[in-house]
Every structure is written in C-alpha cells, then in structure tokens.
C-alpha cells in the first residue's frame, strides 16, 4: 500500500469514529433533554404525553394532601390560568408550602395527572424559577386580558 493511501484510509477512519463518538454523544443529549412547560401550556396538549418533561408554577393553596403511607403527596400546580393535578412519591423538599413556587419533574399520565419523580422547591422568597415566573406573568396576562373583554 502507498503511503498516500495508507494516510486516506486512517484520515477515513478517523472521520468515521468521529462521527460515531459525535452521533452516540447527541442521542445521549437527545434523550436525556427535558423540556419546560406551564400548566396553561400541559391543558392545551402541548406537552408530550408519557415522555418526561418539567412543569412549574404555584402550589395551589388548599391542595396538598398526603397518603396514609406517609410519602405520597397530592397537589396542584398552577399558573393562575390552569391547574394541573401532581403526584408525588418521597420526601419533599424543606422549602416546599401551599401558595409558594414549584417545578416538578415526570410524566403526564393519560388520566390527566401528573406522576412527578423530582420535586424543586423555590430557594427564598426573592426566587422562582424564572421559567415558572414568565409562565406565571404570561398567564396573568393572557387573564387580564380575557377578563376587559
């Protein structure tokens, strides 16, 4: 073999484990990417069924309830346009209250519910999320001006 074919086929052969390295990087990025979404956002059937994804907000006043199990805790998230229904197995975090910010990851269920995973609760009273406060803002909007209408 030439010397210059031996320096092709290792150029082609690097190309190719780079391109592989750089395609098994992006399906893990792919697959490990989870998406944003408001509850205004999750009632309009914008978010993907089954497939995880965040949703943040409010925690509805008045909603919290827990199972006799001790770890299991029902809530609603709003953004003050829409409720959407959580369910949550485990401990939930010091700062978690009624009326406080809130961003819970997992999958919305076909019945409508959502079976959160990971539960984050907002640091101080200064801080929300600021993906929850722009939905909280917009949604707020979005009343207001259904309400002068």
């Known amino acids: 073999m030439k010397p210059r074919h031996k320096r092709t086929a290792i150029i082609v052969a690097g190309l190719a484990v780079l391109a592989i390295a750089a395609g098994l990087v992006l399906n893990a990025f792919r697959s490990n990417l989870v998406f944003f979404f408001t509850p205004t956002q999750v009632a309009a059937k914008e978010a993907p069924v089954g497939k995880a994804f965040r949703i943040g907000g409010m925690v509805e006043t008045g909603s919290l309830t827990r199972e006799g199990d001790g770890l299991t805790v ?6 003050t346009a829409q409720t ?15 009326g406080k ?14 079976r959160a995973s990971e539960v984050l609760a907002k640091h101080d009273e ?3 999320p600021p993906e929850a406060a722009h939905a909280i803002e917009q949604a707020h909007k979005a009343g207001q001006t259904v309400k002068s209408n």
């Open 74 to 79: 029902h809530f609603k998230v709003t953004d």
């Open 84 to 98: 959407i229904p959580v369910v949550y197995q485990g401990i939930l975090p010091d700062l978690f209250k009624e």
């Open 101 to 114: 910010g809130v961003v819970a990851q997992g999958r919305l269920g076909e019945d409508g519910v959502f």
């Open 126 to 128: 200064n801080y929300m």
